[in-house]
């Protein structure tokens, strides 16, 4: 076993899915002669051609709607979005077509995409491509989210979202980019969530770039990490069993509070186990407002170690 | 790929205008070379994209602007703004993500705002600005005022549905906008013979029944000369698309290492600069004298040591005020 970083995981993910099916093939916006906005696709085009790694116009609708067709045609499409800002422009294909094709076609047709795309902050880029929208994507019916926040996830996911048969969004946190981790080789799934770190006081759920933050405050707290991994289908049932344990429970979630992914969790935590927790449970977000550019207002409105901290100090007050 | 030959220079503008336009350009390169510097010193984050090469279009269009005209630009436009009529000072706090800046440093380099001179942003959004445009344009149609939209952006947004569907409604609705597309021929990476079918870019407005104009970005008499009339033709008659065809001499941001383009490429557009045309133009005319140009410089220069000294001097909005202006008070 080695240690590459997550950039690195992202992209021999890509070279092993485009070096093992014919079928499959990387589309969109400067994935190839500038060699991937954040990097991720370097060294594809020269390795597989035009063809399989193909640069597209700045058409995020069209080539979105695109790929659907090919996946539709007998293709493996993955398609890269820049970021999940850009992807709105694409969000009628997304929701109307892809998430739907299925069921509205009496199961005739399915749509074996996979939509890669780059979501958070932390960066100082300012509101227009530092939002977290995977939360709002958790919405739909029809799609399958997955959240690396692992650089063996981030190594392992795109096969598994290329082997299954419908639309499976993959996000990928360029605050995560440059850490550095062990991969396997091994196959992981796309279904369940997963204990980080184990901890006997209380429950942080959590997902995406939030993780590092998570297990930092975990430390100071005996805190029992999980991370989702995938947003939708949800698998809570790590959750529920390590609530049984610490009887308390604090969600973290880069997206925006009302009618988030963390609202989603806390309700079925009511649902589920309402008779388990000693105390209500607490959610750290992002505050609500369109994420600023200076560093310190940037801070100011992420989910950070301290705020998780201090909710989780809230529960025993 | 061909580079077509330096600025012919047919019109000559009056001395003193031909002096402004220059000063503007100076204005422009030099604050830019500055946040390229300042950049690396990582006193300006996130994304940056300079003008560098492309100052003609902003000089010669924004001096054929009135002060009542809408403008709407892309995350490319630290020079529009300056030109427009906002401080040096304010654009310069804004990149340092202070709150003296111009979006109290909430938007930084991609996201410069100000009312008062009309300037409705910096859309880091390709393609985000034309509808945009294409309202405020109908709102001023609506409401018998006078002023005309220009809205800038790069040839990359001609891929957009946004595009389209803003030409259409311009057109359709007779609107008094100026579509201004600064071709730089690349869109981050991706040459604009690798992205469009229809590389004539006038042909795709004149589509949609646009009147449409075709200009050498790198000549700031030209650039000038097309605005002027773009803007008559706007509020007279209606919308128009106007390419300049310029080139960007820096990566597309801090973060491109420019793979995509041969170095000697770039070499051979830098001939076409259009500031040292410009001058070399102007002194043959005899209406500049390298003294008068190092003066023009050296203004330029002083504006910006100025507008650095007032970022460095500039506050932090405290964090407390986060939430604010998320709505508008009551
Ligand atoms: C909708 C959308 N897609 C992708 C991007 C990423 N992006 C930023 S600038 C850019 C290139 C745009 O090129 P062009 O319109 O020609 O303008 P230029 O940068 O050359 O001034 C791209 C692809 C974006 N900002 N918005």
Redesign the interface.
Known sequence: MSAITYREALRQALDEALGKDERVFLMGEDVGRYGGTYAVSKGLLEKYGPERVRDTPLSELGFTGAGIGAALGGMRPIVEVMTVNFSLLALDQIVNSAALLRHMSGGQFSVPLVVRMATGAGRQLAAQHSHSLEGWYGHIPGIRIVAPATVEDARGMLAAALADPDPVLLFEYPALFETKGEVSGEKVDIASSKVRREGGRVTIVTYGGCLPKALKAAEEVDGEVIDLRVLRPLDLAPVLESVKKTRRCVVVDEGWRSGGLAAEVMARLMEQAFYELDAPVARVCSEEVPVPYAKHLEEAALPQPEKIVAAVKGLFA | MKVPPPPAGKVKLPAKLSLALLADMLRIRRMEEKCAELYGQQKI???LHLYIGEEAVAAGAMRALEPEDNIVATYREHGHALLRGVSMDAIMAEMY??QEGC?R????S??LFDAQTRFYGG??????GLPLAAGLALAAKLQKEKRVTACFFGE??V????FHESMNLAALWGLPVAYLCENNLY????ALE???AQTDLCVKAASYGMATLKVDGMDVVAVHEAARRAREHAAKKGPIFVEFQTYRFRAHSMF??E??REKSEVEAWKTRGPIHTFTARLKAQGDLTEERFLELDAAAQAEVDEAVAFAEAGT??P?EH??AD?YTPQ
């Open positions: 984050r996130g994304f993500g202070k979006s440093g909430r938007g930084g991609m996201h859309n880091a959004i390709v393609a985000g990359g947004a891929a957009e549905g946004a869109a981050m990476g991706t690798r992205s469009e491109d290492p793979l995509y932090w909005e964090a986060l939430t998320v």
